[in-house]
């Protein structure tokens, strides 16, 4: 229906994929558990690979491919070269289709652990993740730290793609075997989440297994006939129908300012993206840290017609719509600050607890001062101590006073000012932050905030060089009066 109707009312058909819901998904697990062949697969049985691009891939196919005669579909996302020929992937490999029901961004990210970070950085924004079986192999030990770096992530879906079937004839004694391994696997997993960041560091996931070939097509996009004992839906029906519109948060109204619109004297709108809950015209709102009041005048939005160019006023809107705010009074908001309702209760801190994945190849200093990016905020931060990393294998709690690449573990940070911050199981998009070096401007790690204190005696944070600096100015320049700091 979607194909007639880019040919016979394009306008119509843009109109009804921009409505189409979008489902962010990773595929994951061990290397060569086919994790790349499935995502081929899914494009090209529901008809989203254009002709030349498949001409391309028959004669890759030739080249680089394992299948003999056959199509090998893994060569549509593995687009590196040393993917090619190495057959794994590396990188993330990001993919775009459309059902006539929903709109998708597939992640395909490395089954390597030397690439746990790329599987980080692909699993943070989706909202289900496929993870692959080898009906073959069963549960391993990839299977086990993607299993936990998913939930860890807040991924509230996850599908356990049986692969392979074809090669174990089918049988439903092998699905059955390693489903019940998995479940009992996965329930020691969230056993073990929970002790290390508590009820409500985590968001509870749906677990659904499916058995398919990605190769052959088995219950990918059709339900197989290979497979008459699984009453189940395809994988594709089952995206389709997943239901993910409660995974927001609505109840809590949360806006990080992005930006001040200023273009005359008679407007000014705070613009940002609305991270959970809803706004209405009239609500009143408090802005954090400053704590000032006012009440929303307008919520302005592109306007649907003229192609967006004009804006319009709406009454209401909800996460995660792009709005911006003008309110009825004259208050100081800037970049970074934090809008929410003013019955609804959020303190401020300067010290956060908080699951890090360090994803860089010079280990964490603690003492040493990072930048870190929360929403619309950067400031600087102290890692204070290292309460613990986790073997994601064992789920083992390992002391430490510092991680290394791929490593995951629970931190302290000192924060050099105060901000307002959400629980990451409550609200991602304020309770997750980013870590730079200041000297490289590297990310070198992602954080997930699990608590927030106030540490009245913390006040602002000094590196080694500046309180230096500060003896060396106060020692040979007493004319400036420069005030002593640190200890």
């Known amino acids: 229906m979607s194909r007639n109707l880019i040919t016979e009312n394009i306008e119509r058909y843009l109109k009804e994929h921009e409505n189409k819901e979008l489902l962010r998904f990773i595929t994951c697990g061990s290397v060569d558990d086919g994790k790349s062949t499935l995502i081929g697969r899914l494009l090209y049985d529901s008809k989203t690979v254009l002709e030349d691009q498949l001409s391309a891939l028959k004669k890759e196919s030739r080249k680089f491919g394992t299948t003999g005669e056959e199509i090998d579909f893994a060569l549509l996302i593995d687009g590196l070269q040393s993917e090619r020929e190495q057959g794994i992937t590396i990188d993330v490999a990001y993919r775009f289709f459309a059902t006539d029901r929903r709109k998708y961004i597939i992640a395909d990210t490395p089954g390597h652990e030397q690439y746990t970070r790329n599987m980080v950085t692909g699993a943070s924004t989706a909202n ?92 990918v996009v059709e ?9 189940g839906k395809a994988l594709l029906e089952f995206l389709d129908s997943v239901e993910i519109a409660e995974d927001i948060n609505r109840r809590d109204f949360r806006f990080p300012v992005q930006y001040v619109n200023r273009p005359n004297l008679d407007f000014r709108g705070f613009c940002g993206t609305i991270a959970s809950g809803g706004i209405k015209r009239g609500d009143e709102i408090t802005v954090l840290p400053s704590g000032k009041s006012s009440r929303v005048k307008e919520i302005v939005v592109p306007s649907a017609e003229r192609g967006g160019a004009a804006p319009e006023t709406i009454e209401e809107a909800f996460a995660p719509m792009a709005v911006t705010l003008t309110l009825e009074d004259e208050i100081d908001i800037s970049r970074g600050d934090l809008i929410i309702k003013s019955d609804e209760k959020l303190k401020t801190s300067n010290t956060i607890e908080a699951m890090i994945v360090w994803m860089d190849e010079k280990a964490l200093e603690t003492g040493r001062e990072y930048e870190i990016k929360r929403a619309t905020t950067s400031l600087n931060a102290i890692f204070e101590s290292v309460r613990f990393k986790k073997d ?93 700091i640190g200890n």
Not at 223 to 231: A, C, D, I, Q, V
Request: proline share 2%; glycine share 6%; hydrophobic share 40%.
């Open 392 to 484: 994601v294998n064992s789920w083992e709690e390992i002391e430490t006073d510092t991680l290394h690449l791929n490593e995951i573990g629970k931190c302290v940070l000192t924060l050099t000012r105060e901000i307002a911050c959400d629980p990451y199981g409550l609200i991602k998009g304020t309770g997750s932050f980013i870590v730079i070096d200041k000297i490289t401007n590297h990310t070198v790690a992602a954080g997930m905030i699990i608590e927030t204190s106030h540490t009245e005696s913390a006040g602002r944070v000094y590196t080694e060089a500046e309180i230096e600096l500060n003896a060396y100015i106060r020692k040979h320049y007493p004319e400036w009066r420069c005030e002593k």
């Open 223 to 231: 339900r197989s006939e290979n497979m008459p004992w699984y009453g």
């Open 128 to 219: 289900l993740a496929i993870i692959l079986i080898d009906a073959r192999k069963g549960v391993l030990t990839q299977t086990r730290r993607h299993a936990y770096i998913a939930s860890l992530l807040g991924i509230r879906h996850i599908v356990v793609a049986i692969n392979k079937m074809d090669i174990v004839d089918y049988s439903q004694e092998r699905f059955e075997s390693i489903k019940s391994d998995f479940e009992t696997m996965y329930e020691k997993l969230s056993e073990s989440l929970v002790n290390a960041v508590g009820e409500n560091g985590i968001a509870a996931a749906t677990v659904d297994f499916i058995p398919i070939s990605a190769l052959r097509g088995d219950n």
